[in-house]
């Protein structure tokens, strides 16, 4: 089992710039979510989808965007990338049980860089 | 709104010597607690869990008690390895909702 991927590993933009972020997972989850991680700050929602074509925001959505058209994927998109977009980048899934009792899975991180 | 606070770190210790990492949260409603973990270059793992008040979640020699009166969930190990040398998470769900609200992390040190 693959688990969570997450393409590319590291990646560098000018201010303006746009790029996605992609978020595969093949183990049937309906839940899917994006984090990122700044220091001292921990973990922080962006946006999160509870089923294919279901999307909501999370604590920092502005500057990003998704979709959920299938659901093995979940990906993210920088329109205009600012340096405070600097971060590294999570995707998490977890099963359809109750959000308390189900565990999230992790991807292993897109580390972005805006100049 | 929820929030976690954890102890700033990094925490350095010996190997083999005990570690208490302290959380501390505010949240309405009953939160299931976590603690999760991140090794270096890799995503973060779910450690354990307590979903109720006096539950104890445990994994590898780790442990947490969900204290409700404090509002705490201290992570805790009897006897460090280099191996556990990571950055842990201490996290709320609440019941309503689909949002994980982590603390800011803490960083593990283990020294030979």
């Known amino acids: 089992n693959a688990g969570v991927t997450q393409t590319p590993k590291f990646q560098v933009l000018k201010t303006g710039q746009s790029m996605t972020l992609q978020c595969a997972q093949d183990m049937n989850h309906e839940y899917m979510s994006w984090y990122r991680q700044d220091p001292g700050m921990g973990l922080r929602l962006i946006h999160y989808?509870?089923?294919?074509?279901?999307?909501d925001q999370g604590e920092v959505p502005n500057g990003y965007n998704v979709s959920r058209s299938t659901t093995e994927d979940f990906p993210l998109r920088l329109l205009s990338a600012a340096p405070s977009q600097t971060s590294v980048y999570f995707c998490a899934s977890r099963g359809s049980g109750s959000p308390t009792n189900e565990k999230l899975f992790f991807g292993s991180g897109t580390q972005l860089s805006v100049l | 709104g929820n929030s976690v606070t954890q102890m700033e770190g990094p925490v350095t210790l010996s190997e083999e010597a005990f570690l208490t990492i302290n959380c501390t949260y505010t949240a309405t409603g009953y939160p299931s607690l976590f603690w999760y973990v991140q090794y270096p270059g890799e995503g973060l793992q779910l450690l354990l869990k307590?979903?109720?008040?006096?539950d104890k979640g445990s994994n590898k020699g780790f442990e947490a008690t969900y204290r409700k009166e404090t509002t705490s969930f201290h992570l805790e190990k009897g006897s460090v390895q280099v191996s556990d040398s990571a950055v842990y998470f201490c996290a709320l769900n609440n019941n309503a909702g689909n949002m994980l609200t982590f603390g800011g992390g803490t960083r593990l040190m283990v020294k030979p």
């Open positions: 307590a979903t109720k008040a006096d």
């Open positions: 989808s509870v089923g294919a074509g279901i999307t």
